[in-house]
């Protein structure tokens, strides 16, 4: 990715140290990079790895950075708020972001510009994502490829009680369409739940909405109508997932408690229980299903297809004894980020398989990839002046393991 940096922005001062290690990473070498850097005082709401970039969003900015060298790249202006939401459209460079602003920013990240900004919702833009055509038929072999949606789209989710949809606008998929007229890219309002929007999940034509009305709803993208709602949970819903290979979703509760439903119906099917705190973040990759609660400070693996738990981990696992606070998964592997260390398991067996110390009191966001391992968090400063007081500093750690990637 080709990125032009804006006339003012300067090189981020980093500091980097080369290791050596025998107990590695699975897909590291005995030797690594790590660079590390502070990038100010904010928190930060969401983390992209994108190849050779990363794009942070903090209080009303948006920053890319290489993913090479922890140079700064770019800072996108714009939100006159927190910006909670962002996805990128990998295949042309293009960011979605939402915030307290309420509008949707859409950014041509070659040109750093936006290009875009969609006003349709009355409060805070919560969640948002882009969703891509897909081969939807690709669990059955015996069917025939079928693409939806019909081109990539954006959702927004609100705590005005709505969700959006949009074309995403990007001139050579939409050329039939005015580069600016806003109406020639809004597609639906999708109405019903009676609180925030928290979180959503979206594949083909089918979006999962969650909601703080302790329900959940399954709707159409295409037509922008309600097909099931999933009522059960008695307390607020965090987050969902979407399982289209087994026709059902997960959602996520303040009751502490994982639902499992099923898509045809709109039934539920199982309950999952062992949290004692709000479960936070759902993830589903590959043949696991990841949960995570930083109100208990656990991560649990469960089968998707059986609903059986198959690992915990947490302040009783080996290693910082301490709160899990994030966490990313692939099919072979589980890396979780809590204060003080960095962790990698195998995900099968709950064997340890890597520890990185880390000097942070909060992790606010880690992701990897095959060649690099990202970790976003703080570490609290005591100042002394005419009184005594705590700084909190962010820190960006880059972590790479000099691998060639195949498969870009």
């Known amino acids: 990715m080709q990125f032009r940096p804006p006339p003012n922005d300067?090189?981020?001062?980093?500091?980097?140290?080369?290791?050596?290690?025998?107990?590695?990473?699975?897909?590291?070498?005995?030797?690594?990079?790590?660079?590390?850097?502070e990038i100010g005082h904010q928190p930060i709401t969401n983390l992209i790895l994108n190849h050779d970039c990363i794009i942070l969003t903090f209080d009303e900015e948006i920053k890319v950075y290489s993913a090479l060298t922890g140079t700064l790249l770019q800072t996108l202006t714009g939100h006159q708020g927190i910006v909670w939401a962002s996805s990128l459209h990998k295949e042309t460079n293009t960011l979605i972001t939402g915030g307290t602003d309420r509008t949707i920013r859409v950014w041509d990240l070659e040109a750093g510009v936006c290009t875009h900004v969609f006003k349709a919702h009355t409060s805070t833009i919560r969640?948002?994502?882009?969703i891509a055509p897909i081969n939807v038929n690709r669990h059955n072999p015996l069917l025939s490829p079928k693409y939806e949606p019909e081109f990539p789209i954006i959702i927004a989710g609100?705590?005005?009680?709505?969700l959006s949809v949009w074309r995403l606008p990007i001139q050579e998929l939409n050329g039939h369409l005015s580069a600016t007229e806003q109406q020639n890219w809004f597609l639906h309002r999708l109405e019903g739940h009676t609180q925030t929007i928290r979180d959503i999940a979206a594949e083909g034509n089918l979006v999962a909405s969650a909601s703080y009305d302790n329900t959940a709803r399954i709707w159409s993208s295409h037509t922008g109508q309600l097909i099931h709602a999933l009522v059960g949970?008695?307390?607020?819903?965090?987050?969902?997932?979407?399982?289209?290979a087994n026709r059902q979703c997960f959602t996520g509760s303040e009751d502490s408690t994982i639902r499992v439903w099923s898509l045809d119906t709109g039934s539920s099917l199982h309950i999952l229980t062992g949290h004692t705190g709000v479960v936070g973040e759902l993830r589903l990759n590959g043949n696991f299903l990841v949960s995570k609660s930083r109100a208990d400070g656990t991560v649990k693996v469960w089968d998707p297809l059986t609903a059986n738990l198959l690992l915990t981990l947490g302040s009783s696992t080996p290693g910082t004894g301490l709160p899990i606070q994030a966490v990313q998964h692939d099919s072979t592997k589980l890396v979780t980020g809590a204060t003080g260390a960095i962790q990698t398991w195998d995900i099968r067996t709950g064997q340890l398989l890597d520890e990185t110390k880390e000097e942070m009191d909060t992790i606010y966001q880690l992701a990897y990839d095959c060649r690099r391992r990202v970790v976003a968090g703080n570490v609290s400063v005591a100042i002394q002046g005419s009184f005594l007081y705590t700084l909190a500093k962010t820190f960006l750690e880059i972590l790479d393991y000099e691998v060639e990637d195949t498969t870009q």
């Open 127 to 130: 969640t948002a994502q882009i």
């Open 233 to 244: 949970h008695e307390l607020r819903l965090s987050t969902v997932v979407l399982d289209t």
């Open 158 to 162: 609100s705590r005005d009680t709505s």
């Open 10 to 37: 300067t090189p981020t001062t980093a500091t980097t140290i080369t290791t050596t290690n025998n107990n590695v990473h699975p897909d590291e070498t005995a030797s690594s990079k790590r660079v590390r850097f």
